[in-house]
T-cell receptor, first 110, second 113 residues
Framework: AQTIHQWPVAEIKAVGSPLSLGCTIKGKSSPNLYWYWQATGGTLQQLFYSITVGQVESVVQLNLSASRPKDDQFILSTEKLLLSHSGFYLC?????????FGKGTRLTVV | GEQVEQLPSSLIVQEGASVLINCSYTDSASVYFPWYKQEPGKRLQFIIDIRSNMERKQNQRLTLLFDKKTKHLSLHITATQPGDSAIYFCSASLNTGNYKYVFGAGTRLKVIA
């Protein structure tokens, strides 16, 4: 069975500090991978998608970057956090059609 | 780009009532519309979808209606239960192979026993 694992579960970080969030997908070959950001109150915004290793497309500009170093791994990062980066980050995968989401990482920037 | 509007933003109903969640989109090229449910503390979960060549789809107590002309969808939930309490999201994509999914802002449903 396919599984999606995100880490860490939660982070409290200072403004200006770097960030790295990770996601691995097991049990599926060459899935499409996504990063979403969920604002407090519920709105979901797609940040990045990747259809293959080494290729990542940005959907919105939020001073974040993403990379896919392996077929089953997706990384979200920034060198300098802003207060506006606070929220809930969701990694997801699909093979077209239904999207399967991870449990998310709660990020608080202080 | 595609925009998805979802209404209402919140609903409170008594157990057993039916609810209707509406969703409209702007890009007529969108052809695939999955819906998700997010229960408190749990991950987003797919509940039902519909493609633009269909008008209606049913999955147990869920009925999804699609009107291509008006670019409108509605999710009907019958015989609601407290376990249906969650945030419901509609989304739109240009096709199942497309990589951009635009989500509505969500409808927060609370079912009171």
């Amino acid at each position: 069975a396919q599984t999606i694992h995100q880490w860490p579960v939660a982070e409290i970080k200072a403004v200006g500090s770097p960030l790295s969030l990770g996601c691995t997908i097991k049990g599926k070959s060459s899935p499409n991978l996504y990063w979403y950001w969920q604002a407090t109150g519920g709105t979901l915004q797609q940040l990045f998608y990747s259809i293959t290793v080494g290729q990542v497309e940005s959907v919105v500009q939020l001073n974040l970057s993403a990379s896919r170093p392996k077929d089953d791994q997706f990384i979200l990062s920034t060198e300098k956090l802003l207060l506006s980066h606070s929220g809930f980050y969701l990694c997801a995968w699909s093979l077209g059609g239904e999207v399967f989401f991870g449990k998310g990482t709660r990020l608080t920037v202080v | 780009g595609e925009q998805v509007e979802q209404l209402p933003s919140s609903l409170i109903v008594q157990e057993g009532a039916s609810v209707l969640i509406n969703c409209s989109y702007t890009d007529s090229a969108s052809v695939y519309f999955p819906w998700y449910k997010q229960e408190p503390g749990k991950r987003l979960q797919f509940i039902i979808d519909i493609r633009s060549n269909m008008e209606r789809k049913q999955n147990q107590r869920l009925t999804l209606l699609f009107d291509k002309k008006t670019k409108h969808l509605s999710l009907h939930i019958t015989a609601t239960q407290p376990g249906d309490s969650a945030i419901y999201f509609c989304s739109a994509s240009l096709n199942t192979g497309n990589y951009k999914y635009v989500f509505g802002a969500g409808t927060r449903l609370k079912v009171i026993a």
